[in-house]
C-alpha cells in the first residue's frame, strides 16, 4: 500500500522572487511498512526535505500527499494524526517523565485538558514497552541516557498512532551500540506494526543492512531512491560521494579514506595479519605490493608458531619485529 | 501516577494551608497587635469590637491582604507562563515590556504634565490616583496590543521575547528622560510609585482587584494543555496538533492582561513573577502544566503575602516598599533554584 507521495516537489526558503530553492522537482514514494533512509551530506537538504514533509516549512512547488491527502494543506490537528516526527532539538521539560512525555503523544486525540482516558493509557504504556524501556516509565528524562531518551521520543511517536513516523537524524550523538540499536527498533516497528519510518541518518553502513529502501539526496542528482542492492549495482554511491579523496566500496559497503603514497614496499604473507599491517602502513603513506621473485627485499608476515614480521635481503633475514608498531618503526629507518 | 499525584495533592493542600494562615497572620500582626476574637468580630460575627481595631482592619490590612493575594497570584501564574512560553528559566511578567509600558504611562502622567502644565501631582489627591491607574492600564494595554500584533505578524517566539525586551528598553530611557527634567517633588513621587505597594487601593476597589486577578488566574488552567505542549519546543507542539499562533496568543493575552492589572494598580512588583514559578515546578515535581498553575497561584498568593508581613513587620515604624521585601526574597530563590538547575542539566 502506498503510503507517502511526494510529487514534483520544490523545497527550499522564502517566498516569491527572493526564495531560495533548495532542491526542484523531487519524486519518491514510501509504501506501507518500510524503512526508508535519507541519505546525503551535510548541507544537500535533508533537513529542508524533512520539515517540508513535516508541515513546519512551506513547499516552494509541487506536492507530498498521505493515503490521497495532500499533506501541505492539512491543519495541525489532522496533519497530528497523520505523520509523527522525532527531531534533533534537545528538549528540557522540567521534571518530566518518560510516561508524561509519552502521553503528550496523545494530544491530537485528547480534551481540552488534554487528559488520558483509559485507552489512550493502554497506548502510552504499551508504546512504552514496544520500545523497551518499560523499566523506565518513571523516570524522570534528565535521568535518561541519550540512547533512552531517543527511545522515548519514539514511543511518544509510537502513541501519536499515526501511519508514518519521521525522524531527523534520531541515530546522531548516539554511541555505536546504542545506534544500532535505536536502527533495530525502527527496523521493527516497520516491520511490525506496518508503519512507515523514514529518517535522514548518516550512518551509511547500518542503513545499507537494514533500510528497505534508500533516498539519496545530493547537489547534483536530487533524489535517487531504490533498495540498497540496486543502488550499489549501480554505483550511485561512488557517484554521489565521491569528492574529498573518499572512496566507497562497493563491496564492504563502507568509505575507503585515499592515501597519498610515498613510498613502496614488497611484502610477502597474507591472511588478516597482512590486512592490518597493509592498514598501518596505509596510513603512514607506505604502500604495500605483493612481493615478486625478482625482488631482493622484502618483508615476510611469519606466521610459524609466533606472529613475526622479518625483513629479508637477497635471502638473508636482516631485522625482525614482533609488533605492527615496531616493524613500521624499523620500516621507516631502513 | 497515585504516587505522584499524592505528592501534588500534599503540596497542593499544604499551599493552601499556608495561604489561609498568611491571611490570618497579615491581619493580626503588624504595628499594632490584634487578637483574632476582634478580628472575628469584626469581620464575621457582627459583634461589638473595638473601634480602632475595626478601622485598622477594614480600612488597612483587610484591602492590603486581599490586594497581596490577587496580586500574587496574578504574578505567579503570569510568570509560569512566560516561562514556559519562552522555555526560559529567567523570564517573568516583566519580559513583555508591559510593565515597562505601565511606568511609561504613569511617568507621563506624573512627570510630563507637571513639567507641562506646572502642577505636583500629589495636589491632585484622589483625582491623582485615579489618573495614574488610568495612565498605567493605557501604557500597559498599548505595549501589550503591540506584543500580540508583532507575535501575530511575526512568526518565532524568540522574537517576541527579544522585542518585548527592547520594548522595555525603549520605555525605560523615555521614562530617564522624563525624570531629568523634571521637579524633584514629581521625581520621588514616581520612584515611590516604582517600588510598588500592596495598599493604595480601599476594602470595595480592593475587592475588584482581587477578583479580576483570581479569576483569571484560575482560568489559565484552560491553557494547560498547551502549556505542556509548548515545553516540548515549538516544532513538537506543532506536530502534535497545536495551532502554535492562536496558542501563543491566548497565553500572551492572559499573561499581559494580569501583569497590566497588577501593575496598574500595584506600581512594577519584581521578582514574585520569576521566583514563584520556580518554587511551584520545584515543589510539585510534575510537569502538567494544570497542577503548575494551581500550584504557582496558591504560593504566589502565599509569597506576596510574607513579603507583605516582612515589609510591616512589628516594631518597625514605618513600611517597607514592597520590592525591597521582594527582591530580598525573591533572589536567592532563584539563584537556588538556578544551581540546582546547572546541577541537573549536567546529567541530560
Known amino acids: 500500500m502506498e503510503i507517502l507521495q511526494i510529487n514534483k516537489l520544490s523545497i527550499g526558503y522564502g517566498k516569491g522572487k527572493r526564495a531560495k530553492i533548495v532542491h526542484e522537482k523531487l519524486d519518491a514514494k514510501m509504501y506501507a511498512g518500510e524503512l526508508v533512509c535519507l541519505l546525503g551530506e551535510n548541507g544537500t537538504g535533508k533537513s529542508t526535505l524533512i520539515r517540508t514533509i513535516c508541515g513546519f516549512q512551506p513547499a516552494l512547488d509541487g506536492e507530498a500527499s498521505m493515503l490521497g491527502k495532500n499533506l501541505l494543506q492539512q491543519s495541525e490537528k489532522d496533519l497530528a494524526k497523520m505523520a509523527a516526527v522525532v527531531l534533533t532539538d534537545r528538549v528540557i521539560v522540567p521534571n518530566a517523565t518518560v510516561e508524561e512525555l509519552v502521553g503528550l503523544g496523545r494530544s491530537p486525540y ?36 541519550d540512547g533512552e531518551k531517543q527511545k522515548a521520543f519514539i514511543a511518544k511517536a509510537l502513541a501519536q498512532d499515526t501511519k508514518i513516523i519521521i525522524l531527523d537524524e534520531p541515530t546522531a550523538f548516539l554511541d555505536m551500540p546504542a545506534r544500532v540499536e535505536i536502527m533495530q527498533l525502527l527496523r521493527q516497528i516497520a516491520s511490525q506494526s506496518g508503519k512507515s519510518v523514514l529518517m535522514s541518518t548518516h550512518d551509511l553502513d547500518l542503513a545499507l543492512q537494514m533500510a528497505d529502501k534508500l533516498w539519496l539526496l545530493s547537489a547534483q542528482k536530487a533524489l535517487l531512491t531504490g533498495t540498497p542492492e540496486d543502488l550499489l549495482l549501480k554505483n550511485e554511491f561512488q ?12 563491496k564492504t559497503g563502507l568509505f575507503r579514506v585515499g592515501y597519498d603514497y610515498n613510498m613502496e614496499i614488497p611484502v610477502k604473507g597474507h591472511g588478516f595479519e597482512y590486512v592490518l ?20 627485499q622484502w618483508l615476510e608476515v611469519c606466521r610459524n608458531g609466533k606472529l613475526s614480521f622479518k625483513y629479508f635481503q637477497n635471502g638473508e633475514c636482516i631485522g625482525q619485529e614482533e609488533s605492527i608498531e615496531d616493524v613500521l618503526a624499523l620500516t621507516l629507518k631502513l | 501516577m497515585i504516587h505522584k499525584l499524592g505528592r501534588i495533592s500534599i503540596v497542593m493542600t499544604l499551599a493552601t494551608l499556608l495561604l489561609a494562615f498568611l491571611v490570618l497572620l497579615n491581619l493580626v500582626l503588624g504595628s499594632i497587635h490584634i487578637p483574632i476574637s476582634e478580628i472575628k468580630a469584626i469581620l464575621f460575627t457582627g459583634d461589638e469590637a473595638n473601634r480602632i481595631f475595626e478601622n485598622i482592619i477594614l480600612k488597612t490590612r483587610l484591602p492590603q491582604t486581599i490586594v497581596a493575594l490577587g496580586a500574587g497570584m496574578a504574578l505567579g501564574v503570569s510568570g509560569l507562563l512566560m516561562q514556559t512560553l519562552f522555555r526560559n528559566p529567567l523570564a517573568g511578567p516583566s519580559v513583555l515590556g508591559i510593565s515597562s509600558g505601565s511606568s511609561l504611562g504613569v511617568a507621563f502622567v506624573m512627570l510630563f504634565t507637571g513639567n507641562i502644565l506646572g502642577f505636583t501631582f500629589t495636589s491632585l489627591g ?48 523615555l521614562v530617564s528622560l522624563l525624570k531629568f527634567y523634571s521637579p524633584e517633588e514629581d521625581v520621588h513621587n514616581y520612584v515611590i510609585w516604582g517600588l510598588g505597594s500592596f495598599s493604595r487601593l480601599t476594602s470595595d476597589r480592593a475587592l475588584m482587584f482581587c477578583l479580576i486577578t483570581v479569576i483569571p488566574s484560575l482560568l489559565a488552567t484552560f491553557l494547560s494543555k498547551p502549556l505542556n505542549l509548548l515545553a516540548l519546543g515549538d516544532r513538537y507542539a506543532a506536530n502534535l496538533g497545536l495551532n502554535i499562533k492562536r496558542a501563543r496568543f491566548f497565553i500572551i493575552a492572559f499573561a499581559g492582561f494580569l501583569t497590566a492589572i497588577v501593575t496598574s494598580f500595584c506600581g512594577p512588583i519584581i521578582f514574585i513573577g520569576v521566583a514563584v514559578p520556580h518554587l511551584a515546578k520545584l515543589l510539585s515535581k510534575t510537569s502538567n502544566h494544570f497542577y503548575l498553575i494551581l500550584n504557582a497561584a496558591l504560593l504566589g498568593a502565599a509569597t506576596a503575602l510574607l513579603c507583605n508581613l516582612i515589609a510591616r513587620m512589628p516594631g518597625m515604624e514605618q513600611e517597607m516598599p514592597i520590592n525591597s521585601v521582594t527582591a530580598f526574597i525573591g533572589a536567592p530563590v532563584v539563584i537556588w533554584v538556578i544551581w540546582k538547575r546547572r546541577k541537573e542539566n549536567r546529567l541530560e
Open chain 1, 110 to 145: 485528547t480534551g481540552t485538558f488534554g487528559i488520558l482516558n483509559d485507552e489512550d493509557k493502554q497506548i502510552v504504556h504499551t508504546s512504552i514497552e514496544k520500545c523497551g524501556i518499560l523499566h523506565k516509565k518513571k523516570e524522570r528524562l534528565a535521568n535518561l541516557s
Open chain 1, 239 to 250: 557517484s554521489i560521494f565521491q569528492n574529498r579523496g573518499i572512496e566507497f566500496d562497493n
Open chain 1, 277 to 296: 599491517l597493509r592498514r598501518a602502513f596505509a596510513r603512514n603513506g607506505i604502500k604495500t605490493i605483493r612481493k615478486k621473485d625478482e625482488d631482493s
Open chain 2, 126 to 173: 484622589g483625582w491623582g490616583d485615579f489618573a495614574v491607574v488610568f495612565s498605567s492600564l493605557i501604557g500597559a494595554g498599548l505595549v501589550l496590543a503591540l506584543i500580540l500584533f508583532i507575535s501575530h505578524k511575526i512568526g518565532g517566539t524568540l522574537s517576541v521575547l527579544i522585542i518585548g525586551v527592547m520594548i522595555g528598553y525603549l520605555s525605560s530611557s
